[in-house]
């Protein structure tokens, strides 16, 4: 079973950045994708998740707005987007692969990729 972030990186505060999470060894089908992100010295955070079969999208409300989760289950991957990035969303982000994608909790997700680093500065 293996997440494979990637598409981070250096951006500018204002840009955006697609990141994806390529999974293997398991059917994606069956499975809630979630995105989280941990910054440097900060606990991790819940971005979002995607039904199993990617016609639903949960995100908290401190997410809503700025970040799109969607999935290609034929592709067997997972993209978010990120817009109108600010310094404070720097961060090493993760997808993880679990049972919930209805406000779930971190412990409801069983595998995770990891990570991929996203820088914002000017």
């Known amino acids: 079973v293996q997440l494979v972030e990637s598409g981070g990186g250096l951006v500018q505060p204002g840009g955006s950045l697609r990141l994806s999470c390529e999974v293997s060894?398991?059917?994606?089908?069956?499975?809630?994708i979630g995105w989280f992100r941990q910054a440097s010295g900060k606990e991790r955070e819940f971005i979002g998740a995607v039904s199993f079969n990617g016609l639903m999208t949960y995100y908290p409300d401190s997410m809503k707005g700025r970040f799109i989760i969607s999935r290609d289950n034929a592709k067997t991957t997972v993209s978010l987007q990120v817009n109108s990035l600010k310094p404070e969303d720097t961060a090493v982000y993760y997808c993880a692969a679990g049972s919930a994608w209805y406000e779930p909790k971190s412990y409801e997700f069983r595998y995770w990729g990891q990570g991929t680093q996203v820088t914002v500065s000017s």
């Open positions: 060894g398991f059917t994606l089908d069956y499975y809630a």
